[in-house]
T-cell receptor, first 111, second 117 residues
Framework: KQEVTQIPAALSVPEGENLVLNCSFT??????LQWFRQDPGKGLTSLLL?????REQTSGRLNASLDKSSGRSTLYIAASQPGDSATYLC??????????FGEGTQLTVNP | GAVVSQHPSWVICKSGTSVKIECRSL??????MFWYRQFPKQSLMLMAT?????????EQGVEKDKFLINHASLTLSTLTVTSAHPEDSSFYIC?????????????FGPGTRLTVL
């Protein structure tokens, strides 16, 4: 059974800092990995999707890496802003279209 | 992009009543729809997967008679919480995907907050 773990559970940083969120998964036989953002009381916004054959994806200040063999992914956020404050969820797709989610990292960026 | 809507965005009901939540894919045909449940400060838990025109597949521990799922068309799935109780209060999120798109990417709705009094 696939298990996804995210570290840290919560993170508070001052504005402008670069930061890294971590995601690990137990079964490396995945099709892709996706990072989402969730604001309080809202749905999920997809940030980056990395296919199993890819090593990283970039979108603006966000960069996600994938090391499938070691079961790890990181989400790098450059020059963090207060508007980046949200919960970040990592999810892996192992078969079909089923996703397994991590517990999330709650990020607070202080002005 | 692919847009998924949910209705209502929030609902308050009395214990013992039934509540229906709609999930619509607005600009693509959803061959598969998923229903998730999320408790405060927790991650999403998959409740069931439904393919258009067939019965939903429920996850272990999810009562199919309590959470009725209908996926009658390629753009609409409904989740009915029957005889709701306070412990059913939660945030329900749907997602939709189209296997013909190749990537099986799921697109998520904005969620529905259910409060049972």
């Amino acid at each position: 059974k696939q298990e996804v773990t995210q570290i840290p559970a919560a993170l508070s940083v001052p504005e402008g800092e670069n930061l890294v969120l971590n995601c690990s998964f137990t079964d490396s036989a995945i099709y892709n990995l996706q990072w989402f953002r969730q604001d309080p009381g809202k749905g999920l916004t997809s940030l980056l999707l990395i296919q199993s054959s890819q090593r990283e994806q970039t979108s603006g200040r966000l960069n996600a890496s994938l090391d499938k063999s070691s079961g790890r992914s990181t989400l790098y956020i450059a020059a963090s802003q207060p508007g980046d404050s949200a919960t970040y969820l990592c999810a892996v797709r192992a078969s079909g279209s089923r996703l397994t989610f991590g517990e999330g990292t709650q990020l607070t960026v202080n002005p | 992009g692919a847009v998924v809507s949910q209705h209502p965005s929030w609902v308050i009901c009395k214990s013992g009543t039934s509540v229906k939540i709609e999930c619509r894919s607005l600009d693509f045909q959803a061959t598969t729809m998923f229903w998730y449940r999320q408790f405060p400060k927790q991650s999403l838990m998959l409740m069931a997967t439904s393919n258009e025109g067939s019965k939903a597949t429920y996850e272990q521990g999810v009562e199919k008679d309590k959470f009725l799922i209908n996926h009658a068309s390629l753009t609409l799935s409904t989740l009915t919480v029957t005889s709701a109780h306070p412990e059913d209060s939660s945030f329900y999120i749907c997602s939709a995907s189209n296997r013909d798109r190749g990537s099986y990417e799921q697109f998520f709705g904005p969620g529905t907050r259910l409060t049972v009094l």
